[in-house]
């Protein structure tokens, strides 16, 4: 959602007759189809003998007026972490405020140059990625960008071998599809970051933050009613972060990197850690910004996806239908970027876990929140990450770091083919 003096200010502009804005009438406009990003990639995990499939779709949102707005949003894919070929990178960062593309691009290329550059990555993920997210904030702040009112949010997924590691700075999210009989379910891999959530709520209210939604800040409600319902109905005018005496920041979400005005009333850089062990039954994962999850829910978000044999084609779906979204409800429409990442043949993680007797387990997932503690020791859940991997030949590296504006192209109906379950 950003913040008020960011890319959502348009949400609320003012008016002389009393009106939000919110439901005003769309205006015409032109669509500039830049088609940049749709290739297909894949890369393997030889230490556990699947691929993973993905593609990335980004889209410059619609500002009515300013037209030539610049795509807030970025991505990072980086593969073969430290020349390792079971570890990989996918990342969205999701800009706001003035200077929202500088933020989102500068934390795009160091957290990850940072994390790689970690020697003890492979032995304790949690405790390297929590300092790596640290320490992009911090060099964020202390570069030549000004942050005081900008910043971006993180979603980002490590995989190594059979285990993802997500980490979560903001309301961007990522979602795992996971087989059950012939359904297909959606599990959220990160929980978005904002004042709707009563723990987040009260840790920025201890740390000096009023807590308003704008129809409260500018005296059409109640300020003393602290009771936003939940995010899927109250979105449109969502609890917001204050100073104690002033109108600004307004930011929409609790956790960032920059934001060094909202630092100061509990706006932090620290990551929610998801780990999930990969199991046959999980299909896909998605990493997306919040432009597509805002009108799109998880389960429809996995449901779209699987509706299509080519991802490339349900990035632009998803991208296509959360853009039309957008124009139904507002006059304008969010930066929208989605990476799909399919898991091929993880059901040679059962057939490698039987030749080697080993009881195959079910999925695994901890969540880690707040400040990291060493309580939660990686080494002691799954072992030492980089025993495992150490043996494996080094190969070359590829990645990818993008930040384009692209078209929203619907493939066509013939293309629109379900996901085949193996239930063999």
């Known amino acids: 959602m950003g913040c008020v003096h960011g890319k959502c200010c348009s949400k609320y502009p003012s008016s002389s ?3 939000s804005g919110r439901h005003r009438e769309r205006r015409p406009h032109i669509n500039k189809h830049l088609l940049t990003q749709r290739s297909l990639e894949i890369v393997p995990v030889p230490s556990h003998n699947f691929t993973l499939q993905y593609s990335i779709f980004t889209q410059n949102g619609y500002y009515p007026d300013t037209l030539e707005r ?8 980086k593969t073969q972490i430290q020349g390792n070929p079971n570890v990989h990178f996918f990342g969205v960062f999701d800009g706001h405020g003035q200077y929202g593309a500088q933020c989102s691009n500068f934390v795009k290329d160091r957290l990850v140059e940072i994390l790689s550059s970690d020697s003890t990555l492979l032995d304790d993920p949690l405790k390297a990625y929590t300092d790596a997210f640290l320490a992009t904030n911090s060099e964020l702040h202390d570069s030549e960008i000004d942050d005081t009112m900008s910043g971006t949010t993180a979603i980002t997924v490590l995989v190594v071998g059979d285990t993802l590691y997500v980490a979560n700075v903001g309301d961007s999210r990522a979602v795992i599809a996971v087989k059950d ?3 297909i379910l959606a599990e959220d891999l990160s929980h978005d970051q904002t004042p709707f959530r009563e723990d987040e709520y009260e840790r920025v209210k201890r740390c000096g933050a009023r807590v308003l939604s704008v129809d409260q800040v500018e005296g059409l409600k109640d ?5 936003w319902g939940d995010e899927e109905s109250q979105g449109g005018d969502p609890p917001r972060l204050w100073v104690p005496n002033g109108m600004y920041p307004g930011t929409a979400f609790t956790r960032s990197v920059g934001d060094s005005t909202a630092e100061k ?4 850089a620290i990551p929610e850690i998801s780990v999930v062990q990969l199991t046959p039954n999980h299909l896909f994962f998605v990493v997306a910004s919040d432009g597509v999850f805002e009108f799109l829910p998880s389960q429809t978000v996995v449901n779209m996806a ?9 990035c632009a779906a998803i991208a296509g239908e959360s853009y039309k979204l957008w124009l139904d409800h507002e006059n304008r429409t969010d930066d929208i970027t989605i990476i799909i990442v399919q898991l091929k043949g993880l059901s040679n993680l059962v057939a490698a876990a039987t030749d080697s007797g080993v009881d195959y387990k079910p999925m695994i997932m901890r969540s880690v929140k707040g400040t990291f503690t060493s309580s939660v020791s990686v080494s002691e859940t799954y072992g030492s990450v ?9 190969s070359s590296q590829h990645s990818v770091s993008v930040n384009r504006s692209a078209a929203i192209v ?15």
Do not use: K, T, W
């Open 181 to 183: 009989g012939n359904q």
């Open 306 to 314: 699987a509706g299509y044999l080519d991802i490339r084609d349900a």
């Open 223 to 227: 300020p003393n009613i602290q009771n």
């Open 17 to 19: 007759d009393g009106d």
């Open 410 to 424: 619907v493939p066509s109906p013939m293309h629109q083919r379900p996901l085949q379950l193996d239930v063999g």
């Open 386 to 394: 980089r025993s495992d991997l150490s043996d494996i030949q080094h």
């Open 265 to 268: 009333i509990g706006v932090i």
């Open 70 to 77: 610049e795509n807030q949003d970025s991505f990072c894919i």
